[in-house]
């Protein structure tokens, strides 16, 4: 048997895990700024601010400015490709590793089913025990 998730879960896991990140201390990131970040920590390869664009069906200039607050954060960093000095290589950082580490936590944490209300766990044993 699998086991799917709903579209209904996923949505609520998704509005918790961002309403779980914009709550805490730390990076707080747009939308594009999240996509953009995703994509270049989930995605293998190397990424360029061209081919980033293209994926997201978004225009280079709002790229860069999403690179450019993810560089502020040291979330990425930019270096110029040495076998096309016209393109430019998204890398990723430790600083990075680690946000994306707790995004997976965060997403861990408000996915798990919560714990029934004790009024309820107090009936299913004396049930179970009869």
């Keep these: ?55 997201l069906n978004v225009s280079k200039p709002a790229i860069t400015r999403a690179l450019d607050r993810l560089a502020d954060l040291d979330l990425a960093r930019r270096k110029v490709d040495p076998a096309d000095r016209r393109s430019v290589l998204v890398q990723r950082t430790s600083k990075g590793n680690t946000f994306l580490r707790d995004i997976k936590t965060v997403m861990n944490e408000v996915s798990k089913p919560a ?10 044993r004396r049930r179970s025990a009869a």
Excluded: K
């Design 1 to 55: 048997m699998t086991s799917e998730i709903s579209t209904d879960n996923l949505i609520t896991i998704l509005r918790d895990t961002v309403v779980s990140l914009v709550r805490r201390d730390g990076v707080d990131l747009s939308a594009r700024q999240l996509a953009v970040f995703l994509t270049c920590y989930l995605d293998d390869g190397a990424h360029t601010v061209r081919g980033l664009a293209n994926q």
């Design 115 to 124: 714990p029934a209300p004790a009024a309820e766990r107090t009936t299913t």
